[in-house]
């Protein structure tokens, strides 16, 4: 049978080794290569292997793994989603322009405002969700449109296919943050992205114990250009944590699974609760996104956000709850509740960022595998603490 005929979750268990085990012993896991060099055994033809930065067996059965499950033609590890973001803008040169969406990742944001233009690289936000303000957007000299669907924090759905059909008639790229869909959930190169980012530190690893990125590009030539740049700015991704990469890929399936059944149950909770101002989850019918995102993506996954009231009830309300961690971060096995406005976002000034929604009552939960009836019971009792908190103060 084919790759193209069996389901994601089938492949995404043998993508790895594809079926080649490893020659010597047949062990099913790839081996970990911890060598940053190889013994060449002819003086005139050198092996595949020279240096590890370049090339490493490890690392090179995940970029194959991602390529095939992002459906691209190259894929490339990264030391963080960060690297693999920013080494993508590297495609760009000096006089380019790119048009960015306003949510984007904070860290993103970052770098496209206080990074890029140094190396004369402009770029203008819009708002992706709105087809003609991109189009607005987009200057004579724009090469990159960057995506990020659904977004960071309030999970806004740009269309990918009309966002890349205006970026072919205005002959630009389009770069497509993948981290919260997956490939499972979501494939844009498919509906003709040409690169995809990752920070693999999130649902891809799944754990909370690396720190990754991941790059797929659609097309051979362009995935060239990206190696060359992955192999000059030299941000790799090391042999062991691919490794770790490799088998949290494997369990992403049964673990979103879980995850977004989790998201869609805690998402109508909270929808229901009087405390709790708004919810925002593309699997909401009242989510300005969701025919949208129900076209492109096969499931909403398993982050959603919801402001309350303040700043002050959302205190009490972290303060109270028992079972998530309270950090930055997402797509770990554990929940992860996180405040967007002093941790995500912080690069960005208030100002910015109340454009943008990031209120300052503003949560983001990111849900893990514990039993839902008890993550809906923990926030049930912490809401009313925060209530009765919060009554009191006031
Ligand atoms: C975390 C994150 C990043 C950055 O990835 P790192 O692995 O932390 O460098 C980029 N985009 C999104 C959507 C993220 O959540």
Known sequence: MS???ERLETTIIHASTRGEYERKSGAVNVPIYL?????????????PYDYSRSGNPTREALEKSIATLEGGARGLA??????????AFMLLSSGDHIVVTEDVYGGTYRFVTEVLPKFGIDHTFADLTNVEQTAQAIQPNTKVIYIETPSNPRLG???????VKLARENDCLTFLDNTFMSPLYQRPLDLGVDVVV???TKFLSGHSDIIA????????TLGNRLAFIQNSFGSILGAQDSYALIQGIKTLGARLMQSSGSAQKIADYLNAHPLVEEVFYPGLASHPGYTIHSKQSKSPGAVLSFSLPDRETAKAFVENVRIPVFAVSLGGVESILSYPATMSHAAMPKEEREKRGITDGLLRFSVGLEHVDDLIADFEQALIKANNIVALIN
Do not use: P, W, Y
């Not at 060099?37 to 092996?47: A, I, L, R």
């Open 213 to 220: 990125g991941l790059a797929v590009t659609k097309d051979e």
């Open 3 to 5: 790759l193209n005929e």
């Open 35 to 47: 060598s940053s060099t190889f013994h060449q055994e002819s003086f005139d033809g050198f092996g």
């Open 198 to 200: 990752h920070s693999a």
């Open 157 to 163: 759905i740009t269309d990918i296919e009309a966002i």
């Open 78 to 87: 990264f030391a963080s989603g960060m690297a693999a973001i920013s080494s």
